[in-house]
């Protein structure tokens, strides 16, 4: 097609929620609350896993890691939708869309790979607890940490590339919440099944790979802990991971709906809905799972709130 490298659609309309119109300034302020909470609550969890030596472990360490990931996941999206909804023009640049969609789906792969290091994690203590000390040193998890981070900014280069040489020629309404992939390919004015076959090969690939690996991993906790005698240790045990595998659900289940399918859309409603559960609810709930269901780090926010009142443990 001629002008193919052409891009003649310069910015896009964020269309957002459009029914809902007569409750943005609820919705605002609702998802402002939301985006203060989910970064003050990252934010306490990261650092008072950094500043409490007692935390210094590898799996605070990685929910660490995971609280700072959080962060950034949602500065990728919610600021802008912020803005979107007091603003009259809801407009985003192409390449602005372009890095929105590049770094959300980057720091989702990211977490994918890192929900997995985590589940590795606790396949050792729990199922390998002689050798975990000698494997799971300070220098592997960092290893992991990185590994996690250098691959989940890799995964979607090939995505952007093909789709930064779409022609975009005809509508520019995104009718999502926010810049990515599946509506980006309704927009182009040329044929994208080869766009839409290598969205859904990367996808499946990181989606169900890291998702059977995480299963596989707590399939064999499960009947490492049913071993276990004594009943106070298998309930330890159980809820040192119940926290892990409810991020772990309610993650993987809203992303592999939206992005393990070859349509770039299906309901538009439900792709705005679990498009809400992954990009803002999930990094909210992740602070509270993490630390209202965790005694230590509970009792490390104690500690540092009242520090000569509870020398203890």
């Not at 076959?197 to 707590?218: E, G, K």
Request: some cysteine.
């Amino acid at each position: 097609m001629e002008g193919y490298n052409h891009t003649k659609v310069v910015e896009f309309i964020i269309v957002g929620f459009p029914h809902l119109r007569h409750l943005q300034t609820l919705i605002f302020v609702l998802l402002l609350l939301v985006y203060f909470f989910t970064i003050f609550g990252n934010l306490v969890v990261f650092t008072i896993i950094r500043v409490d030596c007692r935390l210094h472990t590898p799996m605070y360490f990685f929910i660490s890691i995971l609280s700072f990931l959080e962060i950034w996941y949602t500065a990728t999206t919610i600021p802008k939708m912020l803005s979107n909804l007091v603003s009259e023009r809801k407009s985003i640049s192409f390449t602005g869309c372009l890095l929105q969609t590049y770094f959300f789906h980057s720091l989702g792969a990211t977490e994918c790979y890192l929900l997995t290091a985590m589940a590795y994690d606790r396949y050792l203590a729990i199922c390998k607890p002689l050798r975990y000390p000698s494997v799971m040193t300070t220098k592997m998890c960092a290893q992991l940490a990185a590994s996690c981070w250098v691959c989940g900014f890799m995964c979607p280069v090939t995505e952007v590339i093909l789709v930064s040489r779409l022609p975009f020629c005809g509508p520019n309404q995104i009718k999502h919440i926010f810049c990515d992939f599946p509506p980006l390919l309704s927009l182009a004015c040329t044929d994208t099944s080869i766009n839409v076959l290598v969205d859904f090969a990367v996808n499946a690939f990181i989606i169900l790979v890291t998702f059977s690996f995480i299963m596989v991993s707590y399939a064999k906790i499960i009947q490492t802990v049913l071993k276990i005698q004594t009943a106070e240790s298998r309930q330890k045990a159980f809820s040192t991971c119940a926290s892990h595998l409810t991020v772990v659900f309610l993650f993987f289940g809203s992303i592999t709906f939206m992005y393990v399918r070859m349509k770039t859309s299906y309901s538009l409603e439900y792709d705005r809905a679990f498009a809400v559960i992954y990009a803002v609810l999930t990094p909210l709930v992740n602070p509270i799972i993490y630390s209202l269901r965790n005694k230590e780090i509970l009792r490390a926010i104690k500690r540092k709130i009242h520090p000569k009142n509870l020398l203890g443990p």
